[in-house]
């Protein structure tokens, strides 16, 4: 049960995700990550207990924290129960095959190998989705359809500008992404300025999203990792 990057990807759909109401690199990240969340709890099925992707996930020492907690979340328990079996398996024998400190060290050396597929798979999508994003934003046309939805989270911005080399487009960006903090910010104070009625009916649907949009500004989506290497 092998799953390829290009079947992940919602590729020519960077465009409409300009409109999406938020960063459009996470809206398409929030469903490419459920895709292969879903493609994860599929191999857990005991009938592909000797597929090359259980192997993959395996020899991966499991998914990180935040993945395996979601991935938990939607497998049920025998799916949990499946993998994690196999993967305690492996650390008991750790510990059950030296003595004293090189058990520890056996234990501390299996979770430094730790290395989630799920996330390697994400930012392979993530790079994708940016060198998307950049070649697009070379056009004037692409320019003014960014321009009219609410642009990057601060960490795509940041991810973003460390690739550019046209200035022109990093100024477009920067100043893109001040004109839609300042929108955010102007919305989230109406919103509690019109917290009780009759305000409250006056609200609109901007200031009504106006939370979500200033912690998304500000962290990116759920589990996003901020590289500024």
């Not at 190998?113 to 994708?128: K, Q, R, T, V, Y």
């Not at 046309?141 to 973003?160: E, F, M, S, V």
């Amino acid at each position: 049960m092998q799953i390829s990057m290009d079947a992940i990807m919602r590729k020519g759909n960077i465009l409409d995700a300009f409109l999406s109401g938020g960063c459009p690199a996470c809206s398409l990240l929030r469903q490419d990550e459920f895709d292969l969340l879903c493609h994860w709890v599929g191999v857990s099925d005991e009938k592909h207990r000797t597929s090359n992707e259980r192997k993959k996930l395996l020899k991966s020492k499991g998914l990180c924290n935040y993945h395996f907690w979601a991935f938990e979340q939607i497998s049920g328990p025998y799916g949990s129960a499946e993998v994690g079996m196999e993967l305690i398996e492996e650390i008991i024998n750790i510990l059950q095959g030296e003595e004293g400190g090189n058990r520890f060290l056996g234990l501390l050396e299996h979770y430094r190998n730790l290395d989630c597929p799920l996330c390697a798979d994400m930012g392979e999508i993530e790079a994708a989705y940016i060198k998307e994003l950049i070649s697009l934003l070379a056009f004037h046309d692409n320019r003014d359809k960014y321009a009219a939805g609410w642009g990057l989270c601060l960490p795509h911005l940041i991810q973003t500008v460390m690739q550019l080399k046209d200035d022109s487009i990093v100024s477009f960006l920067l100043e893109t992404a001040k004109e839609r903090l300042e929108s955010v910010k102007s919305n989230a104070g109406e919103y509690i300025r019109k917290r009780h009625p009759p305000l409250s009916w006056e609200q609109t649907k901007d200031e009504e999203n106006s939370g979500f949009r200033a912690i998304e500004k500000l962290v990116g989506r759920h589990g996003i990792k901020m590289l500024l290497e």
